[in-house]
């Protein structure tokens, strides 16, 4: 299953509302779609799983949605440490596959 | 604390072989499978496979499959990825990864909880 995320650069300022897209190619069974951030020189962190499951710890201004061959990731209110590339990851089929990412930027 | 933990940077040239490792702290590694994930300088994430300790059953990304070799030593609650002969290409960072949910309930296919800090291996041509 192909991923593809949009936009693939978002520049937002603090306080912003950001929406972030990603699209599969075939219906990703069971909703199994997950959501990382990744900042420079660091492991991804897993913030969703399920399509909507927060992953412990993760601050409840990140929330997934979506379903099939759709889904969404929202920050409600961006905050500066928010500012980093986002991938989703299909987990429904084999192989497991990730989206090219979307860069979140500082306006 | 759970955490796995890999081992250090790697410089080699092509054609020469390498095993890298990946140990769990803080749980029970046999009951979880763990995998790998590799990233190219600049690039995206890619699955490269996953094993169940326990058993040693190893799942490959097609694009992967004999191109490495995953294993385990359940007694050390150690993972390996290793390649016989390495290209300028695979020049990444590898990451291994625990999957949220226990072995016993889910299969492998998961998203991954936990990340070890990676291990930079760099293949001159």
């Known amino acids: 299953i192909v991923l593809t995320q949009s936009p693939g650069t978002l520049s937002l300022s603090p306080g912003e509302r950001a929406t972030l897209s990603c699209r599969a190619s075939?219906?990703?069974?069971?909703?199994?779609l997950a959501w990382y951030q990744q900042k420079p020189g660091q492991p991804p962190r897993l913030l969703i799983y399920g399509a909507s499951s927060r992953a412990t710890g993760v601050p409840d201004r990140f929330s997934g949605s979506g379903s099939g061959t759709d889904f969404t990731l929202t920050i409600r209110r961006l905050e500066t440490e928010d500012y980093a590339v986002y991938y989703c990851q299909q987990y429904g089929s084999s192989p497991l596959t990730f989206g090219g990412g979307t860069q979140v930027d500082i306006k | 604390e759970v955490q796995l933990v890999q081992s250090g940077a790697q410089v080699r040239k092509s054609g020469e072989a390498l095993k890298i490792s990946c140990k769990g702290f803080g749980y029970t590694f046999t009951d979880y499978w763990i995998g790998w994930v590799r990233q190219r300088p600049g690039k995206g994430l890619e699955w490269v496979g996953i094993i169940y300790a326990g058993d040693s059953d190893t799942r490959y990304n097609p694009a992967f499959e004999g191109q490495v070799t995953i294993s385990a030593d359940r007694y050390i609650s150690t993972a390996y990825l290793q390649w016989d002969s390495l290209r300028a290409s695979d020049t990444a960072k590898y990451f291994c990864?625990?999957?949220?949910?226990?072995?016993?309930?889910?299969?492998?296919?998961?998203?991954?909880?936990?990340w070890g800090q990676g291990t930079m291996v760099t293949v001159s041509s």
């Open positions: 990864v625990r999957p949220v949910t226990l072995a016993s309930i889910y299969g492998p296919n998961d998203a991954f909880e936990i």
């Open positions: 075939h219906t990703v069974d069971s909703d199994y």
